[in-house]
């Protein structure tokens, strides 16, 4: 069994590294599922680097998310079968095998793309909550989002366009509008002074109801401008890793709120009715190939500091996938 290790927290490309110890013996209730995919995310990369909301036992396996196939059961595990695909749980997916009890992998659907299916989790399910959680969008609705090329902004822009919602994107690169307008974006605009009065020019007088930031600094005092009385923004990252600036003015005068949204609380305080009534909704729409993100590179494991440099760089156009078993 191969997987990958770190032992102190650092830059990942350093710290990160191939392990391999003899294969585990199955207990009663449990099941040996094959990793065929895992990608790598950006709080996957914050985590190993110390910079990321929690902190993890040390030694420890990154990996939040996968899809992986029964290789065997142990003889008392009757909801699993030989071949069937799952989903993968718990973290610890950058590895070749995982082994645990068989409640602890989702079925999923049969003939659905594998890769697509690999990355169902986080970034789906965030952008899927975001547009439930906070505001009631009704069609027709308007919001804005930063970072809209991210593979959470793709998704909020398939997901909106579902639903009748308009979206305002903002990119840093104009070579990103026409793959955005491609999957539904209403406005795509390129970051720049004057944004805030093209934003609401845009919608043709229509109130801005919601802002979705995850770059903060300058970029969330921009969006907080946009939002029409009583807006909501919800903010799930910091990719500029500066603190975002909230105008007081903003909040008093203009009655706008603030929320956040982490994934990880998410799965923590929710019900499981809650759990299984939002992946009842994402799982039939990723394997069908209603929603898909894109696919920039796959590794195998023996190549984890080339397949973490990679997901690090900027420009990138879609996710870094490690395919242990080759793919």
Request: proline content about 6%; some cysteine.
């Amino acid at each position: 069994m191969k997987f990958i290790e770190y032992s102190e927290l650092g830059d990942p490309a350093e710290v990160l590294h191939v392990k391999e110890v003899p294969p585990v013996a199955l207990k009663s209730g449990e099941v040996r599922v094959k990793v065929l995919a895992a990608p790598i995310h950006p709080s996957n990369l914050l985590q190993i680097a110390g910079r990321y909301g929690t902190t993890p036992d040390l030694p420890s396996t990154p990996g939040s998310e996968g899809i992986g196939q029964v290789e065997e059961v142990a003889t008392d595990v009757s909801q699993l079968q030989l071949g069937q695909h799952v989903m993968l749980a718990g973290g610890g997916t950058w590895c070749d095998e995982m082994v645990g009890p068989a409640a602890s992998f989702i079925p999923l659907p049969a003939g659905g793309d594998v890769e697509q299916l690999s990355m169902l989790t986080v970034n789906p399910l965030t952008a899927h909550l975001i547009l439930e959680s906070f505001v009631d969008l009704q069609p027709g609705d308007w919001i804005v989002q930063s970072a809209a090329n991210s593979a959470v902004g793709e998704f909020i822009v398939q997901l909106a366009a579902q639903r009748g919602i308009k979206t305002i994107n903002i990119v840093r690169r104009e070579s990103l509008v026409a793959d955005l307008k491609s999957l539904g974006a209403d406005v795509v605009l390129v970051e720049q002074d004057g944004m805030v009065e093209e934003a609401k020019a845009a919608t043709d007088g229509a109130p801005i109801k919601m802002a979705i930031d995850c770059v903060a600094g300058e970029t969330f005092s921009a969006m907080v401008e946009m939002l029409a009385h009583g807006g909501t923004v919800v903010s799930y990252g910091a990719l500029s890793m500066q603190p975002p600036t909230l105008n007081s003015i903003a909040v008093i005068f203009n009655d706008v709120r603030v929320r956040g949204f982490w994934l990880s609380k998410w799965f923590e305080t929710a019900s499981d009715a809650d759990k299984q009534a939002a992946f009842g909704q994402i799982i039939p729409l990723v394997a069908s190939g209603a929603i898909k993100a894109k696919i920039d590179a796959r590794f195998e494991l023996k190549d984890i500091k080339a397949a973490v440099t990679r997901a690090a760089e900027p420009g990138r156009s879609g996710k870094v996938l490690l395919v242990p078993n080759g793919g």
